[in-house]
């Protein structure tokens, strides 16, 4: 089983910062790494696949990058509404694992 | 527009069986995975299995393995999420959501279980 490991868990951060959350795979996975946000109360909702396409709909402010092992999402210019816990997911090999989550509030 | 509905809340005791569901509209149902996801409380998510509609081709995650069944019926674009006798660590948010080429892009709004004495 694949184990993704996310940094950081925790992160407050204020308006108009960058954010940058990395997921690390215990084994390559080349670019078949995935990032959900999820809000309180709420699905979660797609923002990245296959490590850098941007879902449709989904703000530019939000960019992923990384291959084989490590990988980044990248919060531009954060706003209010982007306090959420964000999931990395492998689609590799079964099963499909999770990262841990990373926790963004806003200060 | 893809749509992904999920069953209503269910509060069952211990030892009770329990199948949920999750019906997809918008597109061919048959020709897509749906993925089941468990979300404890206050917890991360657990990728749970996978079944394919067409052919009712199931995977589980060997730590579900056993513990849920997972079924569709592509007659009427529902899959389910199913247990024989609950637990109290059954306690969950299930999530269905469609799977296309290993990205989950479409998500049910989540069933909340509720096991209880």
């Known amino acids: 089983e694949i184990v993704l490991t996310q940094s950081p868990d925790f992160q407050s951060v204020t308006p108009r910062e960058k954010v940058t959350i990395t997921c690390r795979a215990s084994?390559?996975?080349?670019?078949?790494l995935h990032w959900y946000q999820q809000k309180p109360d709420q699905s979660p909702k797609l923002l990245i696949k296959y490590a850098s396409q941007s879902f449709s709909g989904v703000p530019s402010r939000f960019s992923g990058s990384g291959s084989g092992t490590d990988f980044t999402l990248t919060i531009n210019s954060l706003e209010v509404e982007d306090a959420a816990t964000y999931y990395c997911r492998q689609s590799s090999s079964l099963p499909y694992t999770f990262g841990q989550g990373t926790k963004l509030e806003i200060k | 527009e893809v749509q992904m509905v999920q069953s209503g809340a269910e509060v069952k005791k211990p030892g009770e069986s329990l199948k949920i569901s999750c019906k997809g509209s918008g597109y061919s149902f048959a020709n897509y995975w749906i993925d089941w996801v468990r979300q404890m409380p206050g917890k991360g998510l657990e990728w749970m299995g996978v079944i394919y509609p067409g052919d009712s081709d199931t995977r589980y995650s060997p730590s579900f393995q056993g513990q849920v069944s997972i079924s569709a019926d592509k007659s009427i674009g529902t899959a389910y999420l199913q247990w024989s006798s609950l637990k109290a660590s059954d306690t969950a948010i299930y999530y269905c959501a469609r799977h296309a080429r290993g990205v989950n892009e479409y998500w049910g709004q989540g069933t909340p279980v509720t096991v209880s004495s």
């Open positions: 084994q390559s996975i080349g670019s078949s």
